[in-house]
């Protein structure tokens, strides 16, 4: 069993930056990690993946150039530093992984992964 725990969010002026964390236990396998949003009364969305042995990433159309993801050398910890933020940035992220050989096309499919930590809010004010 994987265990996701994120970090890091909270309440950012627009045009700010943060950074969110996942710390992952059990995972030493986990094959694919990434990023989700869920905004209220919209659809999960896939915000950024990464390839845990890789290091291949895929990102969003919505936030390509402003957010990076990232690992620890170790694995245990992923990242995503956002910035450039906009009100629309605003949501509930969450981290995911799976331990499942997972073509390219799933990588930002919530479908695709197995394993959820329980989110963290992402407010971009004025």
């Known amino acids: 069993q994987v265990h996701l725990k994120e970090s890091g969010g909270g309440v950012v002026p627009i045009g700010g930056s943060l950074r969110l964390s996942c710390a992952a236990s059990?995972?030493?396998?986990?094959?694919?990690m990434a990023w989700f949003r869920q905004a209220p009364g919209r659809e999960r969305e896939g915000v950024a993946s990464i390839g845990t042995i890789s290091g291949t990433t895929m990102y969003g159309d919505s936030v390509k150039g402003r957010f990076t993801i990232s690992q620890d050398n170790d694995k245990a910890t992923l990242y995503l530093q956002m910035s450039s933020l906009q009100p629309e940035d605003t949501a509930v992220y969450y981290c995911?992984?799976?331990?499942?050989?997972?073509?390219?096309?799933?990588?930002?499919?919530?479908?695709?992964?197995?394993?959820w930590g329980q989110g963290t809010q992402v407010t971009v004010s004025s």
């Open positions: 995911a992984a799976t331990r499942k050989l997972t073509p390219s096309r799933l990588w930002l499919e919530p479908t695709a992964f197995d394993y």
């Open positions: 059990g995972g030493a396998d986990t094959r694919y």
